[in-house]
Each structure stands twice: as structure tokens, then as C-alpha cells.
């Protein structure tokens, strides 16, 4: 890096997160905030998850005994988008008539309008999340997208996939989103990973070990599922190269005192060389994101949430990609740090530590 820094000092508030003075051109570890939660169907607040984070992450110490110093490698984030700032807006305002109704929408033209818009500002959304992603990788930076809700991943994950064909997809949350446009919003947090998995939509899943598209994910890990409906359920066994690992089943290891670490090393022997992490944050106990869009009790404890996560470094292989959703710091105003925005704040330097391996 051109900046002499010491990392023993407090950050520098007027600087980038963690208070680093990195440019984009520096970095190594490039940080995406992409502030939208229009469809969230219980609490909105997400959209205010990457300035919160951003403001918690200054009292992070840049010296992390687990991911090291990835500092070291230069991290920029990018200032956020106006536009998402003004989708979120617009799409949040129509979808809530919808959402009040839970979908129910026929026979009300206008509710029908306001539905058919909010998908279309979803898309432009999704649109523009590859786009700078894609930007960020193409010039030869790691990336982590820090949303909004889980909907804005989609971009994000198949920016990344189309770049690296076949790559694995470990996805930690309390549900499995694979819902079929929830209330009739096509791009819902409820359904990002059946987007994802639908050839038609995103980057598809591979079957039989042959991929049905060339950019299809090799194999997908659930991890942390509580909250799911019987379709749900009925897609995940019926996928070959989907792999669940319930929250009932996880503490019940956990209850008998059982090897955490060989669950975790069968679930992952499927996934490919590359792989990709999406984490919704409501994925973890609830003691770690209360006030997080659709909280579940149960879920993983700080450290168990790292045993997933480095265990893809560990096993041998590459974490590529990946993002932070659902971190909301509930009904303060935007950029105050919160504890969720604190939980946020060091997930993602641990995980950009990941990334600069």
C-alpha cells in the first residue's frame, strides 16, 4: 500500500472502512453496500445494514486473531449508489400495499400496477448489483457485497458465478428462500436462491454432476435451516446437488456433544474448488441480529457461523466471493452503529480475511 498506517492507533473517522485511506485502485478487497429492502415481508431496516456497518466498523481492531490482517492487502468500499437509494424508495412505497394483503391482489388494478413495478425496479436492482460487482471483478478484486436484504445477493452471486463457472454456493440462513415469488414479488428475499438455481432466471444448479448452462453453480451447501415451507422442503430433496443441514439437526450434534467439525466436512465434500458465501445474518442466533427483518430462534452461535466459513479455506478450497445481508440497525437512523451493525462489522473483516487468502 502507498499509506503508512498503524493499526495500534484509532481509526481515522474521515477515512474509508475500518478508517482505511485505501483507493479503489489500491485495494485488493473491494466492499459493495447495496442499501434496498423493498420486498422484506415482515421489518424493513436493512437498507440502512451497509452505513451501519460501515460506522460500526471503525471501532474494529484491524488485527483479527482469526483472519489476520487483510488490511494489509487494502480495503475500499464504494460509496452507495443513489439510485438504490431511489428504488428503495419507490418500490418500498407500492410494495406495501401489497404486502398488507399478502399478495392477495386480484380484482385491484391498482395494487396489480404497483406489483408489476416493484418487480420491474427489483430487476433494474439486480441488474445494477452485477454491474458493479462485475466491475470490481473484472479489474481483479475480491468482493464482498454487504445488502439490504437477501434479494440483492442475486446480483452479487451471479456476477461471481458467471466468472467462475461451476463454483460452489455455501448459503447460511434460518431459511431456505427458495420460495416461488413470494406475494408475488419475483425477485423476494424469499426466493434469491431459487432465482439463483433457475436456469431461466439466474445461473442455474448442475444435475448429475453435468451443469444444464455453462456459468451453472457445481453444488450447493444449506446450512442453519428452521423457517421453511412444505415446497421448500419438497425442492431440496428432490435436488441432487443441494445439500441441508437443519437447525434441529445441527443442535442436536451440538446437544449430544457430537463432532461438529466431521458434519461440517460431509456437507462440504461436495462443493467444487471455488466457492461462493451468501449469509443471511438471521442465520445466527438471534442474540446476534435482533433486530434483523425476520428473526427465527435457534441458529448458529458466533463460532460455529466460523466454523462454516473456514472451513472452505481449510478444506483446501477458495472463497471467491461473497455477501452480508439482512444486517439492520433496527429504527435508529442510518450510520449509527448498533449491535447487529457491530456483528455485521466483524463478519466482514473475518471474511475479507477469507477472501485476501
Not at 481509526?11 to 483507493?23: N, Q, R, T, Y
Not at 418500498?92 to 395494487?111: H, S
Not at 442510518?334 to 462489522?345: H, K, P, S
Amino acid at each position: 500500500m502507498k499509506h503508512d498506517l498503524d493499526p495500534n492507533v484509532a481509526a481515522d473517522l474521515g477515512e474509508g472502512i475500518f478508517g482505511l485511506p485505501h483507493s479503489a485502485e489500491e485495494a485488493e478487497l473491494h466492499v459493495v453496500p447495496v442499501p434496498f429492502d423493498a420486498t422484506c415481508s415482515y421489518r424493513r431496516g436493512a437498507a440502512r445494514g451497509p452505513a451501519s456497518i460501515l460506522a460500526a466498523s471503525y471501532q474494529v481492531e484491524l488485527f483479527d486473531a482469526v483472519a489476520g490482517e487483510p488490511w494489509k492487502r487494502g480495503i475500499f468500499m464504494h460509496d452507495e449508489d443513489p439510485r438504490f437509494g431511489a428504488w428503495n424508495a419507490e418500490a418500498g412505497a407500492l410494495a406495501k400495499g401489497v404486502i398488507d394483503v399478502g399478495g392477495r391482489i386480484e380484482g385491484n388494478e391498482q395494487l396489480v400496477q404497483d406489483l408489476a413495478r416493484t418487480n420491474a425496479i427489483c430487476r433494474e436492482v439486480d441488474a445494477l448489483v452485477e454491474s458493479l460487482v462485475g466491475a470490481s471483478l473484472d479489474a481483479g478484486r475480491r468482493v464482498l457485497m454487504i445488502g439490504g436484504d437477501h434479494a440483492t445477493a442475486f446480483g452479487s452471486i451471479c456476477a461471481t458465478g458467471r466468472r467462475h463457472p461451476g463454483m460452489g454456493l455455501l448459503h447460511i440462513d434460518a431459511h431456505a428462500d427458495l420460495r416461488d415469488a413470494y406475494e408475488g414479488f419475483e425477485r423476494s428475499h424469499a426466493s434469491v436462491i431459487r432465482n439463483v438455481i433457475d436456469p431461466e432466471v439466474g445461473l442455474g444448479l448442475a444435475h448429475g454432476g453435468a451443469a444444464s448452462v455453462p456459468c451453472a453453480l457445481g453444488a450447493l451447501v444449506q446450512v442453519g435451516l428452521r423457517d421453511l415451507c412444505p415446497a421448500e422442503m419438497k425442492r431440496i430433496a428432490s435436488e441432487d446437488r443441494l445439500r441441508a443441514v437443519f437447525d434441529h439437526e445441527w443442535a442436536g450434534i451440538r446437544a449430544r456433544g457430537g463432532d461438529l467439525e466431521e458434519r461440517i466436512r460431509v456437507a462440504i465434500d461436495g462443493l467444487p474448488e471455488e466457492v461462493y458465501l451468501t449469509l443471511d445474518i438471521d442465520g445466527l442466533e438471534p442474540g446476534l441480529c435482533p433486530r434483523t427483518g425476520t428473526p427465527v430462534p435457534g441458529g448458529l452461535s458466533w463460532h460455529e457461523a466460523w466454523m462454516w466459513i473456514s472451513a472452505i479455506p481449510n478444506s483446501g478450497r477458495r472463497l471467491i466471493g461473497a455477501d452480508i445481508v439482512e444486517v439492520s440497525p433496527g429504527s435508529v437512523e442510518a450510520g449509527r452503529d448498533t449491535w447487529d451493525a457491530i456483528v455485521g462489522a466483524r463478519l466482514a473483516l473475518r471474511i475479507l480475511g477469507s477472501l485476501a487468502g
